[in-house]
């Protein structure tokens, strides 16, 4: 008998519309609890009591509906009884921020961080040198001899009696080339990344600047591993899109020599120009020689990134010298990834 | 290297157009500095005339009346006042409405009435239109062009300049022929060499004594005679315009077209002012010879300059300085309005050390850009050669007497080098076809001496000293053959993991664990200027100085990071009254040279206990964050510290396990007065010697176990006297209490004020106790606080 189903669904319904209207009313919880599960008045109770009168088709599909409802109001009356006894202390959900204050890494040493990860990935080891140094290892090593006309290029920061501060994180490699010779630590590969110096200033160039210098050292490896982990790295700090280019150059450590740019983009006017970023090349066979290696045995490349160059493509920071200033203003501005 | 497009194709054939050209110069040899188009420069409105008539003008005796045809079908009045004017010139027209002149000269041509007739434009002078200095005249065009032309275009001047970075190693490109080769090599196109006239030795017109061959290796001189001095040729002077050089006379100007053709220096002596040496044959001798220091050249850019022992110098029969060898002449024997026998000189100077002379004077000329880096000796007949051919068709009449060369340095030529195609492609990566590699020599002036299947041997050009081994070969081949086909490749072999570094770890760690509590890295350039450093208190004497400082403001080195703190806190951050910056990084002195260091400091409206215990914070952790076997500790005794910008009885040592590795301390008002520091003067500074703590063995803290069982905690006020101190009240809590259950005790709250009695403070502690293994019982915990409770009564 569908109408009597339906007519004892709609009594089931009521009863549980009545409770939740009362728990919107606020009505005390215990006579809510009274009307519906009263052993007398209980309107559920007696909805209940009258189930073994009904049909078997009836209690089939009665009986579970009932009990559902059953456990359903028990647990609505319960949580209304709770949150009338525990009510949400006011407060305006608008308020602004506390002013927390926030530390920063310098977008330098994070840059460093994130390349040397990089090259971590690619087996490279860091490593760091004295940024005083003779110029036997900024020049004479690196195959730069002291009337080399490559010189002026430097603009070298002399210090007193032969010392200077090195112009480029190249210096590096004949020491360590020599140690991991007599270590017995050969193929190398090694990144150094540090402070360096040049005297000049503008927009573009910073009296002490940073660069990341890579080497790799081996049996056989060619200018096309050069490029292609050139290009990786390029790849991996801005991402898949990055436009590189290689092209000749000339530097008398590297054999032969080249550059690297990159196209930037100011994604305020949309201009786009090339800058470069890094130098490199295959390892001259004098400065192998220099360094004890036998150029006829192994090979190897080297590069000099420039550290400030990404993160001003990175940023749209236009002046070098703003890095520099250690406004807070700007280094809260880039607070890494702490 | 300012190339002209249109100049350069006269020594290359080439379809590229100049945006192309200039492209391909990048991906082949030389990166492009910038391009600027000539037609742009000179105003669109200005234009060739044709004077067909001149008239005196009736109101003014300084004044005349030309009728000019501009190619507009109708003639133009225009008044003008230069002497030179006269019927048949071909002269420079500014249209009404034409700009001329910069800045403050600009002005802009209109049609006015001068003295009753009106002008219709201005025919200019060269000065007026900023391409001469002659403003005593109009322009004369030589050669008839069609009137209306854009006289850019007229006078040779419509051309586009590649501006080209030339590296050090590739003198032979401060040329056009150099230049051009290049094009000819990546284009495959032809090559034409200018046309020159032939030179014979004949009688030597100078005798020349070289005393040093190795400062110079050859000397070439040329006498011409019948030399009329006058401007050189309209389309001369636009080319030398265009590559950046201020056109002179006809034989300046030519030596100089010739230095950019040619890429050899050249130098001019009036042969008359040159002494007469003592031979029979009554001709002027000249030596080569390096200079005694303190000499002196009177140059003829009316400079004096006092020389070093080893310039080099070339001296007349008197011994006396006539040039200044690869840099300047002497002021005595130069080219004049009236000399009309020219010496020429053509010569091959030791560039290292034109160099070094050309630094120490302080001048860097065209020639000594040239010199310095190692020239052709081959060339310098060459040219002379092209320079008797260009005065020749100048100067009608002009006599070649005769030619003194002398070259010593003959036998210094290039050994051949041997490649083998395997060893080509071991270097690049890539295989370049034997007849790629032979296309892309032989254009470049190798010359192939013999070629099998596995290789070839070649000798390369005398212009390319820069070439001595194999792998400068192989990058003339990969830079011509394409660096941009080179294949991206990933280096092969196992990638072994990289041996961790622990010194940069731990700096990298500390910095992370600093910025974690608030704080801001710095990295401040290391200088700092001597008013600085007094500023600050420091003396100049334990500093590195710079003795060529680019500015004063750069002249020391720093020893502490607190000079450029300060510098900061006044400057970049002077609006910030809150901050907290630190940095990792070098500092200098003699005797240490260079050491790391960790510094910091904190500025602050606070009172400094407030702040201090702020620092304390920031510090707190620190040791562990650097992988170090035990935390910083403060110790307020040590008297060995002491920094003069900060206040003695603040100064707390740093110590690492019992040593003493930095300090911590208030900066004096008086040092923040000096540096201007007018807010957050509340300013601790902090230094950390990391040398030795670099290299510390990492610590690998391991887990200390967990509290398992509930803990009891306690607050405790004490009234204590004013002087003693929180640590002497923590330390004798810290013995009196049950140790084997105190877990923690911090500091809550100080109070004072005058109701608690004199010089008394009241201190709230919070105190956790736990049994670790065990639940702790109430009472234990109730004598532990009463035997602390009883302790502390006694500091009273």
């Given at each position: 008998m569908?109408?009597n189903?339906s007519q004892?669904?709609?009594?089931?319904?009521?009863?549980?519309?009545s409770v939740?209207?009362q728990?919107?009313?606020?009505a005390d919880p215990e006579?809510i609890?009274?009307a519906?599960f009263?052993?007398?008045?209980?309107?559920?109770?007696?909805?209940?009591?009258?189930?073994?009168s009904l049909?078997?088709?009836e209690?089939?599909?009665?009986g579970p509906q009932?009990?559902q409802?059953k456990?359903?109001?028990?647990?609505?009356?319960?949580?209304?009884e709770?949150s009338?006894?525990d009510s949400?202390?006011?407060?305006?959900?608008t308020i602004p921020?506390t002013q927390?204050?926030?530390g920063s890494?310098?977008?330098v040493?994070?840059?460093?961080?994130?390349?040397?990860?990089?090259?971590a990935?690619?087996?490279f080891?860091?490593?760091e040198g004295?940024?005083?140094v003779d110029e036997?290892d900024?020049?004479e090593s690196?195959?730069?001899?002291?009337?080399?006309?490559?010189?002026?290029?430097h603009?070298?920061?002399?210090l007193e009696?032969?010392?200077?501060?090195?112009?480029?994180?190249?210096?590096?490699?004949v020491?360590?080339?020599q140690r991991r010779l007599?270590?017995k630590q050969l193929?190398i590969r090694?990144?150094?990344?540090g402070k360096?110096?040049?005297r000049e200033?503008?927009a573009t160039?910073?009296?002490m600047?940073?660069?990341?210098e890579a080497?790799?050292?081996d049996n056989q490896?060619?200018?096309?591993d050069?490029?292609g982990t050139m290009?990786?790295?390029a790849?991996?700090?801005f991402g898949?899109?990055?436009q590189?280019?290689?092209?000749p150059?000339?530097?008398?450590?590297t054999?032969?020599?080249?550059e690297l740019?990159?196209?930037w983009?100011?994604k305020k006017?949309?201009?786009?120009?090339?800058?470069?970023?890094a130098g490199c090349g295959?390892?001259?066979?004098k400065v192998?020689?220099?360094?004890g290696?036998?150029?006829?045995?192994?090979?190897?490349?080297?590069?000099?990134?420039?550290i400030e160059?990404?993160?001003?493509?990175r940023?749209?920071i236009?002046?070098i010298r703003?890095?520099?200033?250690?406004s807070v203003?700007l280094?809260?501005?880039?607070?890494?990834?702490l | 290297?300012?190339?002209a497009y249109?100049?350069l194709?006269d020594?290359?054939k080439?379809?590229l157009?100049v945006?192309d050209?200039?492209e391909?110069?990048?991906?082949?040899?030389s990166?492009?500095?910038g391009m600027?188009?000539?037609?742009d420069k000179?105003p669109?409105l200005l234009v060739v005339?044709?004077?067909?008539?001149?008239?005196?003008h009736?109101?003014?005796?300084?004044?005349?009346?030309?009728?000019v045809?501009?190619g507009?079908?109708?003639?133009?009045?225009i008044?003008c006042g230069?002497?030179?004017l006269?019927v048949g010139?071909?002269?420079?027209v500014?249209?009404?409405?034409c700009?001329?002149g910069?800045g403050?000269?600009?002005f802009?041509?209109?049609?006015?009435e001068v003295?009753?007739?009106l002008?219709k434009?201005?025919i200019c002078a060269?000065?007026?239109?900023?391409i001469?200095?002659?403003?005593s005249?109009?322009?004369v065009l030589?050669?008839?062009s069609?009137?209306g032309?854009?006289?850019a275009?007229?006078?040779?001047?419509a051309?586009t300049?590649?501006?080209?970075?030339?590296?050090?190693?590739?003198?032979?490109?401060?040329?056009?022929?150099?230049l051009?080769?290049e094009?000819?090599?990546?284009d495959?196109s032809k090559?034409?060499e200018?046309?020159?006239?032939?030179?014979?030795?004949?009688?030597p017109p100078?005798?020349?004594?070289i005393?040093?061959h190795?400062?110079?290796?050859?000397y070439s001189?040329?006498?011409l005679e019948n030399v009329?001095?006058?401007?050189s040729p309209?389309w001369?002077?636009s080319?030398?315009?265009l590559?950046g050089?201020?056109?002179?006379n006809?034989?300046v100007?030519?030596?100089n077209?010739v230095?950019?053709?040619?890429?050899?220096?050249?130098?001019?002596?009036?042969?008359?002012?040159l002494?007469?040496?003592p031979?029979?044959d009554?001709i002027?001798?000249?030596a080569?010879?390096?200079a005694l220091a303190?000499?002196?050249?009177?140059g003829?850019?009316g400079?004096?300059?006092?020389l070093f022992a080893g310039?080099i110098v070339?001296v007349?029969?008197?011994n006396?300085?006539?040039?200044?060898a690869?840099i300047?002449?002497?002021?005595?024997?130069a080219?004049?309005q009236t000399t009309?026998?020219?010496?020429?000189?053509?010569a091959?100077?030791?560039?290292?050390q034109?160099?070094r002379?050309?630094?120490?004077?302080?001048?860097?000329?065209e020639?000594s850009?040239?010199?310095e880096?190692?020239?052709?000796?081959?060339q310098?007949?060459?040219?002379?050669e092209?320079?008797?051919?260009?005065?020749?068709e100048?100067?009608?009449?002009l006599?070649?007497?005769?030619l003194?060369d002398?070259?010593?340095?003959k036998?210094?030529?290039?050994s051949a080098?041997e490649l083998?195609?395997?060893g080509i492609?071991?270097v690049l990566g890539?295989?370049?076809?034997?007849s790629e590699c032979?296309?892309?020599l032989?254009?470049l002036?190798?010359?192939?001496?013999?070629s099998t299947?596995s290789?070839?041997?070649v000798?390369?050009p005398s212009w390319?000293?820069?070439?001595?081994?194999?792998?400068?070969?192989?990058e003339e081949?990969?830079?011509?053959?394409?660096?941009?086909r080179v294949p991206?490749t990933?280096?092969a072999?196992a990638?072994?993991a990289?041996?961790?570094n622990s010194?940069?770890?731990?700096k990298q760690a500390?910095?992370?664990?600093?910025?974690?509590?608030?704080?801001?890295?710095?990295?401040?350039?290391?200088?700092c200027?001597?008013?600085q450093?007094?500023?600050?208190g420091?003396?100049?004497?334990?500093?590195?100085?710079?003795?060529?400082p680019?500015s004063?403001?750069a002249?020391y080195?720093?020893?502490s990071h607190?000079v450029?703190?300060?510098g900061?806190?006044?400057?970049?951050n002077?609006?910030q009254?809150e901050?907290?910056l630190?940095?990792?990084?070098?500092?200098?002195?003699p005797?240490s040279?260079?050491r790391?260091?960790?510094?910091?400091?904190w500025?602050?409206e606070?009172?400094?206990e407030?702040?201090?215990?702020?620092?304390k914070?920031?510090?707190?952790?620190?040791?562990r964050?650097?992988?170090?076997?035990?935390?910083f500790?403060y110790?307020?005794?040590e008297?060995g510290?002491?920094?003069?910008?900060l206040y003695?009885e603040?100064i707390?040592?740093?110590t690492y396990?019992?040593?003493?590795?930095?300090q911590?301390?208030?900066?004096?008002n008086s040092?923040?007065d000096?540096?201007?520091?007018?807010s957050?003067?509340?300013?601790f500074f902090?230094?950390?010697?990391?040398?030795s703590?670099?290299?510390?063995?990492w610590?690998?803290y391991?887990l200390?176990?967990?509290?398992s069982h509930?803990?009891?905690e306690?607050?405790?006020?004490a009234l204590?006297k004013e002087d003693?101190?929180?640590a002497?009240l923590?330390?004798k809590?810290e013995e009196?209490?049950?140790r084997?259950?105190?877990h923690?005790?911090?500091?809550?709250t100080?109070?004072?004020?005058k109701?608690l009695?004199?010089?008394?403070?009241?201190?709230?502690?919070?105190?956790?106790?736990?049994?670790?293994?065990?639940t702790?019982e109430?009472?234990?915990?109730?004598?532990?606080l009463?035997a602390?409770?009883?302790?502390?009564t006694k500091l009273?």
């Amino acid at each position: 008998m569908p109408s009597n189903i339906s007519q004892s669904q709609t009594t089931l319904d009521e009863i549980r519309s009545s409770v939740y209207q009362q728990i919107e009313a606020k009505a005390d919880p215990e006579s809510i609890r009274l009307a519906v599960f009263g052993r007398k008045q209980g309107t559920l109770t007696a909805f209940l009591k009258s189930l073994p009168s009904l049909s078997e088709e009836e209690k089939r599909q009665l009986g579970p509906q009932a009990n559902q409802l059953k456990k359903e109001l028990e647990v609505a009356i319960a949580n209304y009884e709770e949150s009338s006894q525990d009510s949400c202390p006011v407060f305006d959900r608008t308020i602004p921020a506390t002013q927390v204050t926030q530390g920063s890494l310098h977008p330098v040493s994070s840059m460093i961080a994130e390349m040397c990860g990089i090259f971590a990935d690619l087996g490279f080891e860091v490593v760091e040198g004295p940024e005083i140094v003779d110029e036997e290892d900024n020049f004479e090593s690196l195959n730069i001899t002291t009337d080399h006309p490559a010189r002026d290029g430097h603009k070298t920061i002399f210090l007193e009696d032969g010392w200077l501060l090195r112009t480029q994180t190249s210096s590096i490699q004949v020491k360590e080339m020599q140690r991991r010779l007599k270590s017995k630590q050969l193929p190398i590969r090694i990144v150094a990344p540090g402070k360096t110096y040049r005297r000049e200033t503008d927009a573009t160039h910073s009296p002490m600047f940073h660069q990341l210098e890579a080497l790799l050292v081996d049996n056989q490896t060619t200018l096309s591993d050069l490029k292609g982990t050139m290009q990786y790295f390029a790849k991996r700090l801005f991402g898949e899109d990055i436009q590189t280019r290689f092209r000749p150059h000339f530097f008398p450590f590297t054999e032969p020599s080249a550059e690297l740019d990159m196209l930037w983009k100011d994604k305020k006017t949309g201009q786009t120009r090339w800058l470069e970023v890094a130098g490199c090349g295959m390892v001259h066979p004098k400065v192998m020689a220099n360094a004890g290696l036998n150029p006829r045995i192994y090979q190897g490349w080297a590069f000099g990134f420039s550290i400030e160059r990404p993160i001003m493509i990175r940023h749209g920071i236009s002046d070098i010298r703003q890095l520099y200033a250690n406004s807070v203003e700007l280094l809260d501005q880039f607070p890494s990834q702490l | 290297m300012k190339i002209a497009y249109r100049w350069l194709l006269d020594y290359v054939k080439t379809n590229l157009d100049v945006n192309d050209l200039a492209e391909r110069f990048i991906f082949t040899s030389s990166e492009v500095e910038g391009m600027e188009s000539w037609a742009d420069k000179l105003p669109e409105l200005l234009v060739v005339g044709y004077v067909k008539d001149v008239v005196a003008h009736p109101n003014a005796d300084r004044l005349r009346v030309a009728t000019v045809d501009t190619g507009e079908g109708k003639d133009r009045t225009i008044v003008c006042g230069a002497p030179n004017l006269a019927v048949g010139q071909t002269v420079a027209v500014a249209l009404p409405g034409c700009s001329l002149g910069q800045g403050t000269e600009a002005f802009t041509i209109a049609e006015r009435e001068v003295r009753g007739i009106l002008s219709k434009g201005m025919i200019c002078a060269e000065a007026e239109i900023g391409i001469g200095a002659d403003a005593s005249g109009i322009m004369v065009l030589e050669h008839k062009s069609k009137p209306g032309t854009r006289l850019a275009e007229a006078i040779g001047l419509a051309d586009t300049v590649i501006d080209l970075e030339i590296t050090p190693n590739r003198p032979d490109l401060l040329s056009y022929l150099g230049l051009a080769r290049e094009v000819s090599t990546f284009d495959r196109s032809k090559l034409i060499e200018p046309n020159s006239h032939p030179l014979k030795k004949g009688a030597p017109p100078v005798s020349l004594d070289i005393l040093d061959h190795k400062s110079c290796r050859r000397y070439s001189a040329l006498l011409l005679e019948n030399v009329v001095i006058g401007p050189s040729p309209r389309w001369m002077q636009s080319r030398l315009l265009l590559s950046g050089q201020k056109p002179i006379n006809n034989v300046v100007d030519t030596l100089n077209y010739v230095m950019l053709e040619l890429g050899q220096p050249l130098h001019a002596f009036d042969y008359d002012k040159l002494p007469i040496g003592p031979g029979i044959d009554q001709i002027p001798s000249l030596a080569v010879r390096e200079a005694l220091a303190g000499e002196k050249i009177n140059g003829l850019d009316g400079v004096t300059r006092t020389l070093f022992a080893g310039d080099i110098v070339i001296v007349d029969q008197e011994n006396k300085i006539s040039a200044l060898a690869g840099i300047i002449g002497g002021e005595e024997s130069a080219v004049s309005q009236t000399t009309t026998k020219v010496l020429l000189e053509s010569a091959n100077f030791h560039g290292p050390q034109i160099r070094r002379t050309s630094s120490k004077v302080g001048l860097r000329t065209e020639a000594s850009t040239r010199f310095e880096k190692g020239l052709d000796p081959e060339q310098t007949v060459k040219a002379l050669e092209r320079v008797a051919y260009l005065l020749k068709e100048q100067i009608p009449g002009l006599k070649l007497s005769g030619l003194s060369d002398q070259y010593s340095g003959k036998s210094r030529s290039h050994s051949a080098l041997e490649l083998s195609f395997e060893g080509i492609q071991q270097v690049l990566g890539i295989h370049v076809s034997a007849s790629e590699c032979r296309s892309i020599l032989t254009r470049l002036g190798f010359k192939y001496l013999n070629s099998t299947k596995s290789g070839f041997s070649v000798l390369p050009p005398s212009w390319r000293a820069d070439i001595t081994l194999n792998e400068d070969v192989i990058e003339e081949i990969v830079r011509i053959w394409g660096y941009d086909r080179v294949p991206s490749t990933i280096p092969a072999g196992a990638i072994k993991a990289p041996k961790r570094n622990s010194v940069i770890e731990r700096k990298q760690a500390a910095r992370e664990k600093l910025a974690r509590s608030g704080m801001h890295e710095c990295i401040h350039l290391p200088f700092c200027s001597k008013a600085q450093l007094e500023r600050t208190g420091f003396s100049t004497a334990q500093l590195l100085r710079l003795p060529n400082p680019a500015s004063m403001e750069a002249e020391y080195l720093v020893n502490s990071h607190l000079v450029n703190f300060l510098g900061n806190l006044s400057s970049a951050n002077r609006n910030q009254n809150e901050l907290a910056l630190f940095e990792i990084g070098k500092v200098f002195s003699p005797e240490s040279t260079e050491r790391e260091v960790l510094s910091a400091i904190w500025r602050s409206e606070k009172q400094p206990e407030q702040l201090l215990a702020v620092v304390k914070a920031c510090l707190q952790g620190l040791g562990r964050s650097m992988h170090l076997a035990s935390e910083f500790t403060y110790n307020y005794q040590e008297k060995g510290v002491s920094n003069p910008a900060l206040y003695p009885e603040s100064i707390i040592a740093i110590t690492y396990q019992g040593k003493v590795v930095g300090q911590l301390g208030l900066v004096r008002n008086s040092k923040l007065d000096g540096w201007k520091i007018r807010s957050g003067r509340t300013c601790f500074f902090l230094e950390i010697n990391l040398e030795s703590l670099l290299n510390e063995p990492w610590h690998q803290y391991q887990l200390t176990e967990l509290l398992s069982h509930p803990s009891i905690e306690r607050d405790l006020t004490a009234l204590i006297k004013e002087d003693i101190s929180i640590a002497e009240l923590l330390a004798k809590v810290e013995e009196t209490a049950n140790r084997s259950i105190l877990h923690s005790v911090n500091l809550t709250t100080i109070y004072r004020d005058k109701s608690l009695g004199e010089n008394q403070k009241a201190v709230t502690l919070h105190l956790v106790f736990n049994g670790r293994n065990r639940t702790l019982e109430e009472t234990e915990v109730k004598s532990s606080l009463e035997a602390i409770e009883r302790a502390l009564t006694k500091l009273k």
